[in-house]
Structure formats: structure tokens, C-alpha cells
């Protein structure tokens, strides 16, 4: 036998598509609305299996805290950029270098494979330019679902890998009718 227990969050989070294209005969027209700076509900479901239960479970669900409280003080309400974003330095030109590139010394890399700003930098700008940049989440990779699911993935295999417990997919919902799934 195998079980599968699976466990959703909820979040806000915005971002930017710029490497959209359609193709007009399917899309029915040409607007690139994902090349907008927009926002979204979130929600991910992970998915965790076994073959063999530990106390009747697969695992505790409480065993998944330490994702909603990640997720809570990293991505929600925050703005996902691409650093090769060709508007990276239109939104963030405090953080880059002459070339117009991200300067990663201003910023903190944080093992999950994201940046932010380091806010120490500001000391003289406006307020509301210290919250354009504290709500900054900066990845190296277009975000989108499929590239989102992907790396979510990736956090949450890393860090249950310890307990055991297999990570067998993850689904990322970027609207209540839209969504990628990712599986081992």
C-alpha cells in the first residue's frame, strides 16, 4: 500500500511574467497581461507519501509548520522579481551595480536560492522606497507557476528529507482555476 497525505497554504504574492509570448490563434488576441506587474492568491498543496506508516501517520501534518511560517515571512505579500528581468533596474536601482545588473553585495542570499534587499542600504530614501524594496523578493529564474512549483518543491524535499517522508508532488495555484503540478 501507499498513502498520500497532502496539506494547502494560502498566500498574496505579485509578480511579473516578462518572457511572456502567445500565439494569437489559440489566445484569441495579444494582450500580454502577465507582462504586467500583478498579484495574485496564492496556494500551494505538497504532497507527501509512504509506504510504511510511523504511528498510524505517513507524518504529522504539524510536521509542515515550518513551510506556512517560511512562506509567511518570505513570499506573502511580497513582490517576486527575476533579476535578468529587463526591468530589474527600473524597480530596484538602489540595489545594482553601474552595468544596471543586481549588485549582489546589497543584498542577503538566503539558502532557499532567493535574495533580498538589505534595507541597512536605505538610511536616507523616503519611506515609501524602503517599502517598495522590503517587499522585494528577488530569484534567478522567470516566475512563473511552472518554475515556482518547481522550486517549492525543491525547499520542501530539502527540508523533510531528515524526517524521511517522501515529497511526491506539489501544486501550485496561481488563481482558483489555474495551476501547475509538479511530481517525483
Not at 63 to 84: C, G, P
Not at 149 to 157: F, Q, R, S, Y
Request: some cysteine; overall charge negative; hydrophobic content about 40%.
Amino acid at each position: 500500500m501507499t498513502w498520500t497525505i497532502d496539506k494547502a497554504f494560502d498566500f498574496c504574492y505579485g509578480h511579473r511574467v516578462w518572457s511572456q509570448t502567445l500565439d494569437k490563434s489559440f489566445s484569441m488576441d495579444e494582450c500580454l497581461m502577465c507582462r504586467h506587474l500583478h498579484g495574485h492568491q496564492g496556494r500551494i498543496k505538497i504532497f507527501l507519501e509512504a509506504t510504511e506508516l510511523i504511528d498510524g501517520m505517513v507524518t504529522d501534518f504539524k510536521h509542515l509548520n515550518w513551510f506556512k511560517a517560511w512562506l509567511d515571512a518570505t513570499l506573502d505579500h511580497k513582490f517576486i522579481l527575476d533579476r535578468n528581468d529587463p526591468l530589474f533596474f527600473d524597480l530596484m536601482q538602489h540595489y545594482c551595480d553601474a552595468t544596471g545588473r543586481m549588485d549582489e553585495a546589497k543584498f542577503y542570499e538566503h539558502e532557499e536560492g532567493y535574495w533580498t534587499p538589505r534595507l541597512e542600504l536605505l538610511e536616507d530614501l523616503p519611506d515609501a522606497l524602503v517599502e517598495k524594496y522590503e517587499g522585494m523578493v528577488v530569484v534567478d529564474f522567470v516566475p512563473t507557476s511552472e518554475k515556482l512549483t518547481v522550486w517549492l518543491l525543491e525547499i520542501v524535499e530539502d527540508r523533510m528529507r531528515p524526517l524521511g517522508v517522501t515529497v511526491r508532488a506539489l501544486e501550485f495555484w496561481e488563481t482558483p482555476k489555474s495551476h501547475c503540478r509538479v511530481s517525483r
